[in-house]
């Protein structure tokens, strides 16, 4: 098949049929499919799509040949008699019409318009030629029926054209990333539009899913349902219940795959999935989970984006409040199963809910990160953004697990001796913020108030929680309020400044114990042994309030922290007289140094011409670096790494690489850069670069 005519398969009878043209530019063009299939015409459902059909010698007569089209999904058929000049409306399922003009000597133009709320995936299109004594068919070939958010009668209709452009069409987004005081960006090409399989990569995620295998026609017609293609898709997105895509890791040596930190886009992932005979790809987090959904939810025409919750709470036993431990001394414990990740990353998609209430319809969460089972499946959602907010907890799908992860308390310990001697409720930690990219912008939209509403009854709760605690048996002062800061945004190589600011409102001075505790952490999980500590005695009069700082200096932290890890420092305050312990608790993200990346002309590029790229590092820590490497690699522009090395990289002196890229598609393209030296932990810089490639 060429990309415009289908051979055809005489089924039985004389060869009437000669050729048929899937019209694959129009087609494309009015369907908003350009560039997703160089296999396959692919069209949305609800909408017309124009199939001509070329005959041999023996023309085909109207007045006593009936045409018909048969579409088969699977082992289901529809038969659809080909109307003659009809201008009437489309009935509500399949329909064929051959209008005025578009009949001609040798040729007719059928115009084939599925169901609104016919099934996704790949049909097989038959054409019938049939007199009242004969009957001649031909298989002309396949297509790909996708979702159709431009149709109003879709369940995915989504009526802004703007909105579309962003969460359907565009092929780069931002994952934000860090603590909520030190956001960081890690730009994605999601790949959908240009990166030739992915489309044939994503319906075979579809064939190869649990509910396909299980029940082949079942899976079908379901397959007009966003909802359930969404938890299908999300499961299948780990591989934790089935063949899925990606393998997750979260700790120790990444050997043998690709360092989640590393993916930058998701048609590589979708591609070594299809190669390997859909073996798991090693290895993704969560928003390496979220990105390959969205990229998938886009490509099935599922409007979808890419969201972050900053002080995510991983509710394990259902209860909506998270305990962390510490110690007298500060340092943070692992004895909960709970946590808190800095970030957390999974999808929104727009649908309508017709099994619930029109009031759900809108914004949907879909999690694929394998985190707790939803009736007995690694997935999550789809759950309404509504439901979450209006606190609609036993809603499907999974309403109470995402509201945990955005509003759940978290009840703080410290203990000694396998006791608690002091306690605290932080209510407003949890889901501090929420952010997707803005719509034509890399700037974040700030989705907090979407999932959280302000209600009286939040106040009144904090009141009652406060009032157990100062009941209880850990009793803590009203008297005494302790608050935990860092100075600005610490880079790399810079000294740390903690900020601890203790205010005595009691009417008579205090003794305190100051300890003060920093513990290097991943964004998923508890804090690592503490790398810094120190304490000290601190006098506070009756009403004074006293700001006390504390560094850390590059050389007490230089051996463990590097670019953009997260610290946790904790201060427990002991007060000498009458045994009350305060907490105070801060995360907080180091930020790392700049990599150059200039390409020569731009970074507006045509696909398959050489472009020069230069990236580069300047040391600007006070001393010498050893074994400086700068590595550059980008999906689609660069066949395999460029490294460069120095075995010793002076103070304000640079490491430099040239490059050449070479775009073998359209569509946006990602540059990414590291440094890394000896003397780091790991690496030490990260830095991007956004390549717009057009065609010829």
């Known amino acids: 098949m060429d990309h415009m005519r289908q051979t055809l398969h005489n089924v039985g009878g004389q060869h009437q049929l000669k050729l048929v043209n899937f019209e694959l530019q129009e087609n494309h063009a009015s369907h908003e499919t350009q560039g997703l299939s160089h296999k396959h015409l692919v069209v949305r459902r609800g909408k017309p799509f124009k199939v001509t059909l070329l005959f041999g010698h023996q023309l085909w007569n109207p007045h006593s040949e009936i045409l018909v089209l048969e579409v088969w999904l699977g082992d289901m058929s529809e038969r659809i008699p080909v109307q003659l000049f009809d201008k009437g409306p489309n009935p509500p399922g399949w329909s064929a019409k051959i209008y005025p003009g578009d009949m001609?000597?040798?040729?007719?133009?059928?115009?084939?318009?599925?169901?609104?709320r016919s099934s996704v995936g790949l049909y097989h299109l038959?054409?019938?030629?049939?007199?009242?004594?004969?009957?001649?068919?031909?298989?002309v070939g396949t297509f790909v029926l996708l979702c159709n958010p431009w149709l109003r009668d879709d369940p995915v209709y989504m009526p802004l054209d703007f909105q579309i452009q962003e969460y359907m069409k565009s092929d780069y987004g931002i994952v934000y990333m860090g603590t909520p005081q030190n956001i960081c960006r890690l730009p994605w090409s999601f790949g959908q539009k240009y990166e030739p399989g992915v489309l044939e990569a994503c319906l075979q995620i579809l064939q190869v899913s649990p509910q396909h295998l299980s029940d082949k026609r079942k899976d079908y017609i379901l397959r007009a349902d966003p909802a359930y293609l969404s938890r299908v898709i999300c499961a299948m997105v780990n591989c934790n219940d089935d063949l899925g895509i990606l393998r997750g890791k979260w700790q120790g040596s990444y050997k043998g795959g690709v360092k989640p930190t590393e993916w930058i886009g998701s048609a590589d992932i979708l591609h070594r999935w299809v190669a390997s005979n859909c073996s798991p790809v090693s290895y993704g987090q969560c928003w390496v989970f979220a990105s390959v959904l969205c990229t998938?939810?886009?490509?099935?025409?599922?409007?979808?984006?890419?969201?972050?919750?900053f002080n995510a709470a991983h509710d394990t036993d259902g209860s909506r409040n998270v305990e962390e431990y510490y110690s007298t001394k500060g340092e943070k414990l692992n004895l909960s199963k709970d946590s808190i990740w800095n970030f957390h990353v999974w999808v929104e998609s727009w649908m309508r809910r017709p099994d619930l209430s029109a009031e759900f319809d809108g914004w949907q969460v879909v999690d694929p990160t394998p985190q707790e089972k939803s009736a007995g499946v690694f997935c999550c959602g789809p759950c309404p953004v509504t439901a979450v907010q209006q606190h609609f907890l036993n809603t499907p799908y999974d309403s109470s697990f995402v509201h945990a992860s955005v509003d759940a308390d978290i009840v703080r310990l410290i203990v000694r001796n396998g006791h608690v001697v002091g306690r605290m409720v932080e209510t407003e930690w949890v889901g501090q913020l929420i952010y997707t990219k803005s719509i034509g912008s890399d700037k974040p939209e700030n989705l907090t108030h979407t999932y959280k509403s302000k209600k009286m009854f939040t106040s009144i709760r904090s009141r009652l929680q406060s009032r157990q605690l100062l009941d209880g048996p850990a009793r803590i002062s009203p008297n005494?309020?302790?608050?935990?800061?860092?100075?600005?945004?610490?880079s790399v190589g810079d000294s740390i400044i903690i900020c601890v600011t203790v205010a005595n409102k009691s009417s008579r001075p205090r003794v305190l114990v100051e300890h003060l505790d920093a513990q290097l952490k991943e964004y998923n999980r508890n804090p690592r042994e503490s790398f810094w500590r120190t304490h000290k005695l601190v006098d506070i009069q009756a009403g004074e309030v006293l700001t006390l700082y504390h560094t850390i200096l590059p050389s007490e932290y230089e051996a463990v922290l590097a670019g953009n890890d997260i610290v946790n420092v904790a201060v427990v305050l002991k007060d000498v007289r009458t045994k009350e312990r305060f907490l105070a608790v801060h995360e907080f993200s180091v930020s790392s140094p700049l990599i150059t990346i200039q390409i020569e002309g731009g970074n507006n590029i045509q696909m398959k011409k050489e472009y020069t790229t230069h990236i580069s590092f300047i040391n600007m820590f006070p001393k010498t670096l050893s074994g400086a490497v700068l590595t550059v690699e980008g999906f689609g522009l660069l066949q395999y790494k460029h490294i460069s090395r120095l075995v010793l990289l002076q103070p304000g002196h640079r490491i430099v690489k040239k490059v050449s890229i070479m775009a073998t598609s359209p569509g946006t393209k990602l540059l990414m850069a590291t440094f890394t030296h000896s003397s780091s932990p790991g690496i030490t810089s990260r830095s991007f670069h956004k390549v717009s490639v057009q065609t010829e």
């Open 126 to 139: 038959l054409v019938h030629m049939e007199t009242i004594n004969n009957r001649k068919s031909f298989a």
């Open 104 to 116: 001609r000597t040798h040729s007719a133009t059928i115009h084939v318009c599925s169901s609104a």
């Open 480 to 490: 005494v309020e302790v608050s935990l800061n860092v100075d600005g945004v610490p």
């Open 296 to 309: 998938v939810m886009r490509v099935l025409g599922i409007p979808s984006r890419v969201v972050t919750v």
